[in-house]
């Protein structure tokens, strides 16, 4: 049973920094592409960091230069980065994982077919 496991979130002030991390069990995300999503209420999950099974990573527009996705393939664990946070940054934030193991660098939600509990980050300013 695939299993993804969220964890480093918490309340920080504006201009701080996070590690999330994503710890897989069940799976060899390696094999995977992976990915991270946040939403805020009455809002879309936004899809904001993914890293494709060779390493190639795509980060989104809106966090380019202050959020970085990466991987440490013997411990199982997928990491978001994240600098110089503000409040906007303030949501929950998903771990996902494809069943298929393509080499493609996945990014639409659909994509996805492991989730997550969610870990909430919460930036005061």
């Known amino acids: 049973q695939v299993q993804l496991v969220e964890s480093g979130g918490g309340s920080v002030q504006s201009g701080g920094s996070l590690r999330l991390s994503c710890a897989a069990s069940g799976y060899t995300s390696s094999d995977h592409c992976m990915g991270w999503f946040r939403q805020t209420p009455g809002k879309e999950r936004e899809g904001i960091a993914f890293?494709?099974?060779?390493?190639?990573?795509i980060i989104a527009d809106s966090v380019k230069g202050r959020f970085t996705i990466s991987r440490d393939n013997v411990k199982n664990i997928v990491y978001l980065q994240i600098y110089n946070l503000k409040p906007e940054d303030t949501a929950m934030y998903y771990c996902?994982?494809?069943?298929?193991?393509?080499?493609?660098?996945?990014?639409?939600?659909?994509?996805?077919?492991?989730w997550g509990q969610g870990n909430q980050v919460t930036v005061s300013s």
């Open positions: 996902a994982a494809t069943a298929a193991s393509s080499y493609g660098l996945l990014t639409r939600e659909t994509d996805f077919d492991y």
């Open positions: 890293i494709s099974r060779d390493g190639k990573t």
